[in-house]
């Protein structure tokens, strides 16, 4: 009986070094570090438009390397970008219920 026992990367999953996972990190601090210098500076509307970019980016990173699915299988990419999909169906048809109510407290008046 052979003992050549191949591994498969789907089984075995992927092995990234170390050190992406350090310079990952070190780019979400910097992200962080840019998070509370934007909330110094007065930017009226946008100041929530930068923190929603900032926070997009670090979660992208997040999910594509410590949560690996930037090796996984093209059905776990397929998943999450229908999820991203019908999420923003959930949000932009809350935002036309929310958008088309009256602004009055006491309607007639």
């Not at 999909?85 to 009256?102: C, E, H, K, N, Q």
């Amino acid at each position: 009986m052979e003992n050549n026992q191949q591994h498969d990367e789907s089984v075995v999953g992927h092995i990234a070094p170390a050190s992406m996972y350090v310079a990952i990190w070190a780019v979400l601090m910097a992200f962080t570090a840019i998070t509370v210098f934007a909330a110094t500076i007065e930017l009226h509307v946008f100041n929530i438009v930068v923190a929603l970019v900032i926070a997009t980016i670090k979660g992208t990173l997040v999910v594509l390397f410590f949560m690996h699915l930037r090796y996984s299988t093209k059905l776990t990419m397929v998943t999450v970008v229908a999820s991203i999909f019908f999420l923003f169906i959930l949000f932009g048809l809350t935002m036309t219920d929310y958008l088309s109510r009256g602004w009055l407290t006491y309607p007639g008046h």
